[in-house]
């Protein structure tokens, strides 16, 4: 790895991806300019709502990918519908609904260049793209390369 791509160490705050990063996790990113996004990856970003603590994701639709919204707020990618980790469909409504089918719409279904669809954990979204929109790669500030479970949990324990 280049000098100049230096991994990063952050703790989660959130549960928002609870099944892959739990609260108290320690992840360790590479920064988004040395690592290719891939589907699947779990990424760091900033909202412009707050700059200061990055947000941790899954990349479930990458640019040119195709997606779209069907029955129930389901998402589908590519034609395959994306789920959670645990296997559930993502089941939007509302306000979250609302914004991604703009973006379906406006794009006939094409992810554009530059962009991409981001989603947690929780079957019906958390503040993700469901809630923020598609987010552009300039906000992208790494992609995470490992998750250590806080001490005393364990990976898939209830």
Do not use: W
Request: glycine residues 14%.
């Amino acid at each position: 790895m280049p000098v100049d791509c230096p991994v990063t160490v952050y703790e989660v705050r959130g549960a928002s991806l609870f099944e892959s990063a739990p609260a108290g996790a320690e992840i360790r990113a590479t920064p988004a300019a040395c690592k290719p996004i891939a589907h699947g990856s779990l990424v760091l970003f900033r909202t412009s709502a707050n700059r200061r603590a990055p947000v941790i994701k899954r990349a479930i639709g990458l640019p040119g990918g195709r997606f779209a919204l069907r029955g129930g707020g389901r998402i589908f990618i590519n034609g395959a519908e994306a789920k959670t980790p645990r296997g559930e469909s993502y089941n939007l409504s509302g306000k979250r609904l609302k914004l991604l089918r703009l973006y379906e719409t406006n794009h006939k279904g094409v992810i554009p260049p530059g962009l991409y669809l981001l989603m947690g954990d929780a079957p019906s979204g958390g503040l993700d793209s469901s809630q923020i929109g598609l987010v552009p790669e300039a906000d992208i500030i790494g992609v995470v390369d490992s998750v250590t479970a806080p001490p005393g949990t364990e990976k898939g324990a209830d």
